[in-house]
Nanobody, 124 residues
Framework: QVQLVESGGGSVQAGGSLRLSCAASRYTYRRYCMGWFRQAPGNEREWVASINSDGSATYQDSVKGRFTISQDNGRRTLYLQMNSLKPEDTAMYYC??????????????????WGQGTQVTVYS
């Protein structure tokens, strides 16, 4: 069974940086899309960024220029480098992966596998 495990969350002052990691095990699709979502209390889970097996990345407008999604194909690890963090970035961040479709959609319903989440708190 596919397993996604996030790490790297924490508490940081506004303007600071964090790097999230997502280790994927038993995820053997040769073509795929993986992404990061976040959910703040009382809000819907929202898409943050995606990257596919070709290395093509897309971002939500509010994080463009501040966040960078990347992957280590050999280790099947997904990363999210978050710079210039703002209090509104505070949320639980989730790693997600689909079932072998290289086109990335922003809907959470297009992702089949999910991690347990890692908390990111940005204080002013």
């Amino acid at each position: 069974q596919v397993q996604l495990v996030e790490s790297g969350g924490g508490s940081v002052q506004a303007g600071g940086s964090l790097r999230l990691s997502c280790a994927a095990s038993r995820y053997t699709y040769r073509r795929y899309c993986m992404g990061w979502f976040r959910q703040a209390p009382g809000n819907e889970r929202e898409w943050v960024a995606s990257i596919n097996s070709d290395g093509s990345a897309t971002y939500q407008d509010s994080v463009k220029g501040r966040f960078t999604i990347s992957q280590d194909n050999g280790r099947r690890t997904l990363y999210l480098q978050m710079n210039s963090l703002k209090p509104e970035d505070t949320a639980m961040y989730y790693c997600a992966a689909n079932t072998g479709e290289p086109h990335c959609y922003t809907s959470r319903f297009s992702f089949h596998y999910w991690g347990q989440g890692t908390q990111v708190t940005v204080y002013s």
